[in-house]
């Protein structure tokens, strides 16, 4: 059994950590519909900032067998600085691991508490949070923006949004009852040669965005 099935089968994950959910992002999108008020935070360089002990300890806390053999091996050498060893982008069992270890870190702890008082929706390193009470949503956000530095992680400033009443995620529109593809990236996907099949593709997945709007 590879190691990404070992953990499917040995850990629950939270309901809201919707990339390890069938529906993914979209059904993360419409998770927030019924709320008012909307945020997001990015994490930094989220694969390459877990490094290979952090692997280690977090199947080791869940008495996967071999830890230190599966830490070794999905990890590689960092192209970035620091740590020296740690998740690449694009292995298969890149995103269950850093999920893991996002699970079981402060950052992970402060989710888990906010999902008690507003919705929330993770995906792989994307947050997003809502509610209709801009107040408690405020403060979760400013909880899991301490919680950052307490993790190890690094919030992307840059890709950060404070609570409000539209939101752009996943180059979708989110507010109240509504979550649509922006108009611009319909625009950009059209502006260049397509196949059938592809522009068919792309208008189901449109359609499933909005499907649900009030």
């Known amino acids: 059994m590879d190691i990404k099935a070992r953990v499917e089968n040995t850990y629950a994950f939270e309901d809201f950590y919707y990339h390890l959910r069938k529906g993914g992002h979209v059904a993360g999108l419409h998770s927030h519909r019924e709320n008012r008020y909307f945020c997001k935070l990015d994490i930094e360089n989220f694969f390459y900032t877990i490094s290979r002990n952090r692997v280690v300890r977090g199947l080791r806390a869940i008495s996967i067998p071999r830890s230190s053999h599966y830490g070794k ?18 292995f298969v069992q890149s995103p269950i691991l850093a999920s ?11 989710l888990s508490r906010s999902a008690t008082q507003v919705n929330v929706a993770v995906y ?17 956000y400013s909880a899991l923006f301490e919680a950052f530095d307490i993790a190890g992680f690094s ?3 840059g890709k950060c949004t404070p609570p ?9 529109s989110l507010s109240q009852n509504e979550t649509l593809v922006h ?6 996907f059209h502006s260049v040669s397509r196949t059938a099949s592809s522009i068919y593709g792309f208008g189901l997945y449109c359609d499933s965005v909005k499907k649900g709007n009030v």
């Open 73 to 90: 091996w999905s990890c590689v050498k960092n192209p970035f600085e620091d740590p020296s060893y740690a998740l690449p982008y694009g």
């Open 183 to 188: 108009p611009e990236r319909i625009s950009e």
């Open 100 to 110: 893991l270890v996002l699970a079981q870190s402060a950052l992970g702890a402060a």
């Open 164 to 172: 409000c009443e539209t939101l752009s995620v996943f180059n979708c």
């Open 155 to 157: 919030a992307n400033k």
């Open 124 to 140: 792989v390193d994307d947050i997003t949070m809502s509610s209709s009470n801009l107040s408690v949503l405020q403060s979760c």
